[in-house]
């Protein structure tokens, strides 16, 4: 199985990231943007992508994320309006990952809801170094995430139980909690502030662009906000199983 990991040449963060990476096989330097990068599983041959880049945000705090690409809602940074990207099997095993090799806990690391492009149709994740230019620059945090990226190629993806989180903000506590924690994995996130938007639809791509088999939804309870009937009528209406996040979680206190 090939895993194609892509570098735009545009990318501070990344360009540090390939520094660490340049004599492992199948890693490419393009021109465009990341998230600009719409089916570039067309002209790179490859059963994953895995995308190395920057993450920026107002809060500039350092971390080290990981997520799945796509868009619950129009496509305002690359991609497809209401289009999600076939979800990765790498990013329980990046996140635990990222989570050891940082060991003097300089950066925060978190699995990021899904949010922009580019679309793909082969499996993708990104891996994220944030959040401003100094972080960027940390050639330590760099090789931190090359060496995850090394260590997940050297691996077969990993078949966990897989299921999929709604609610909950951007940078998903819940999430966190579950991955680290559990031995679920997840392969899409629906924040709170996207599930105005959440339809069957929606839900349909989720259950078949899902990299394993979707084993329930999980839902942030208090993370629902004012769509809580509306979610939980929808997945009743689809036949859905569903537990709350405090279910999940205990079990394995």
């Given at each position: 199985?090939?895993?194609?990991?892509?570098?735009?040449?545009?990318?501070?963060?990344?360009?540090?990231?390939?520094?660490?990476?340049?004599?492992?096989?199948?890693?490419?330097?393009?021109?465009?943007?990341?998230?600009?990068?719409?089916?570039?599983?067309?002209?790179?041959?490859?059963?994953?992508?895995?995308?190395?880049?920057?993450?920026?945000?107002?809060?500039?705090?350092?971390?080290?994320?990981v997520?799945?690409?796509?868009?619950?809602?129009?496509?305002?940074?690359?991609?497809?309006?209401?289009?999600?990207?076939?979800?990765?099997?790498?990013?329980?095993?990046?996140?635990?990952?990222?989570?050891?090799?940082?060991?003097?806990?300089?950066?925060?690391?978190?699995?990021?809801?899904?949010?922009?492009?580019?679309?793909?149709?082969?499996?993708?994740?990104?891996?994220?170094?944030?959040?401003?230019?100094?972080?960027?620059?940390?050639?330590?945090?760099?090789?931190?995430?090359?060496?995850v990226?090394?260590?997940?190629?050297?691996?077969?993806?990993?078949?966990?139980?897989?299921?999929?989180?709604?609610?909950?903000?951007?940078?998903?506590?819940?999430?966190?909690?579950?991955?680290?924690?559990?031995?679920?994995?997840?392969?899409?996130?629906?924040?709170?502030?996207?599930?105005?938007?959440?339809d069957?639809?929606?839900?349909?791509?989720?259950?078949?662009?899902?990299?394993?088999?979707?084993?329930?939804?999980?839902?942030?309870?208090?993370?629902?906000?004012?769509?809580?009937?509306?979610?939980?009528?929808?997945?009743?209406?689809?036949?859905?199983?569903?537990?709350?996040?405090?279910?999940?979680?205990?079990?394995?206190?």
């Amino acid at each position: 199985m090939k895993t194609a990991v892509i570098i735009s040449k545009k990318d501070q963060a990344g360009i540090n990231i390939y520094e660490f990476l340049k004599d492992l096989e199948n890693v490419y330097l393009v021109e465009e943007e990341s998230i600009y990068c719409d089916d570039i599983d067309k002209k790179i041959k490859a059963d994953n992508f895995i995308f190395a880049t920057k993450h920026q945000s107002v809060s500039g705090k350092p971390c080290l994320l990981v997520h799945i690409p796509g868009n619950w809602d129009k496509a305002e940074l690359g991609g497809r309006n209401r289009t999600l990207c076939r979800s990765s099997g790498y990013l329980k095993d990046a996140f635990l990952l990222l989570k050891r090799l940082n060991k003097d806990k300089k950066y925060e690391v978190s699995v990021e809801a899904v949010h922009h492009g580019p679309f793909l149709e082969k499996p993708v994740m990104f891996i994220e170094l944030g959040s401003s230019k100094e972080e960027w620059d940390d050639k330590d945090a760099a090789k931190i995430i090359a060496n995850v990226i090394k260590e997940v190629l050297k691996k077969s993806v990993k078949r966990y139980k897989t299921v999929i989180v709604l609610g909950g903000g951007h940078y998903n506590v819940v999430s966190n909690k579950i991955l680290e924690r559990t031995e679920y994995d997840i392969s899409y996130i629906c924040p709170k502030h996207y599930l105005e938007v959440l339809d069957e639809e929606m839900l349909k791509q989720v259950l078949e662009k899902s990299h394993n088999k979707v084993e329930m939804f999980v839902l942030d309870y208090k993370g629902l906000g004012k769509s809580k009937k509306k979610v939980i009528d929808l997945l009743n209406k689809m036949k859905l199983k569903y537990v709350k996040s405090s279910e999940i979680l205990t079990t394995y206190e």
